[in-house]
C-alpha cells in the first residue's frame, strides 16, 4: 500500500525557517518524482515545487522561488522541503504527493506563520 | 503559463448528473493530461480520473472524466448523486513550457 506521511509543519514567525519531511513507503521511492502542494485555509489547492526521480531536475512555483528548497533522499525514502524566510501568506496545509498525476497524497502537514 | 478555470459552486439533487467543467486558458486542453481530484472536507485530495479519462481502482464507474477540444475543456461527470459525493473537486494539469503543475480553483459540489 502507497503511503505518505508528512512531519514537521508547526507555527514559525514570520522570517523564520522550518523544514518538512514526507515519508514514503508502498513503492519504489527512486523511481517517482514528488511534489509538494499546499492548501491556504479555506482556498484551493497551490502547486509548491516539484522534484524528478534523481533530483536532475527540481522546479518552484514563483511565490516560493529563492525561499524554499526541495530534496530528496532515495536511501531514506524521503521528501524534504526547507522553507526559509516564511511569511503570513505561507500558512497551509503542506502535502506530498506522488509523480506529475498526483495520484498519491499524504495526510498534511500544517505550518503556520504568526507572530 | 495557462490557466484552469471551474465553476465556483454546482448542485443538483440526489440521483441527478453533475459535470464540472475545467477550461483550459490558452494552449490545447489536450496537450496535457487532465486529472480530476475529490477532497472532502479535513481530508487530504484523491483521485477520482486521470488521464483525462481513466477511473483508479476503486472509484465508482459513475464518475467520468472527457475532454473536449472545441470548448477547450476538460469535465467531469458524476451520475447518480449520492450525498458522499459532496466535496470539492479540483482539475489539474500539466505546463511543459515551464514544467509546472496546475490547478483548477476548484467545484464545491453540493448534493441536496
Known amino acids: 500500500e502507497v503511503q505518505l506521511v508528512e512531519s514537521g509543519g508547526g507555527l514559525v514567525k514570520p522570517g523564520g525557517s522550518l523544514r518538512l519531511s514526507c515519508a514514503a513507503s508502498g513503492f519504489t521511492f527512486s523511481s517517482y518524482s514528488m511534489n509538494w502542494v499546499r492548501q491556504a485555509p479555506g482556498k484551493g489547492l497551490e502547486w509548491v515545487s516539484s522534484i524528478s526521480s534523481s533530483s536532475s531536475y527540481i522546479y518552484y512555483a514563483d511565490s516560493v522561488k529563492g525561499r524554499f528548497t526541495i530534496s530528496r533522499d532515495n536511501a531514506k525514502n524521503s521528501l524534504y522541503l526547507q522553507m526559509n524566510s516564511l511569511r503570513a501568506e505561507d500558512t497551509a496545509v503542506y502535502y506530498c504527493?506522488?509523480?506529475?498525476?498526483?495520484?498519491?497524497w499524504g495526510q498534511g502537514t500544517l505550518v503556520t506563520v504568526s507572530s | 503559463n495557462f490557466m484552469l478555470t471551474q465553476p465556483h459552486s454546482v448542485s443538483e439533487s440526489p440521483g441527478k448528473t453533475v459535470t464540472i467543467s475545467c477550461t483550459r486558458s490558452s494552449g490545447s486542453i489536450a496537450s496535457n493530461y487532465v486529472q480530476w481530484y475529490q477532497q472532502r472536507p479535513g481530508s487530504s485530495p484523491t483521485t477520482v480520473i486521470y488521464?483525462?479519462?481513466?477511473?483508479p481502482s476503486g472509484v465508482p464507474d459513475r464518475f467520468s472524466g472527457s475532454i473536449d477540444s472545441s470548448s477547450n475543456s476538460a469535465s467531469l461527470t458524476i451520475s447518480g448523486l449520492k450525498t458522499e459525493d459532496e466535496a470539492d473537486y479540483y482539475c489539474q494539469s500539466y505546463d511543459s513550457s515551464n514544467h509546472r503543475v496546475v490547478f483548477g480553483g476548484g467545484t464545491k459540489l453540493t448534493v441536496l
Open positions: 504527493a506522488r509523480d506529475n498525476k498526483l495520484n498519491y
Open positions: 488521464e483525462d479519462n481513466q477511473r
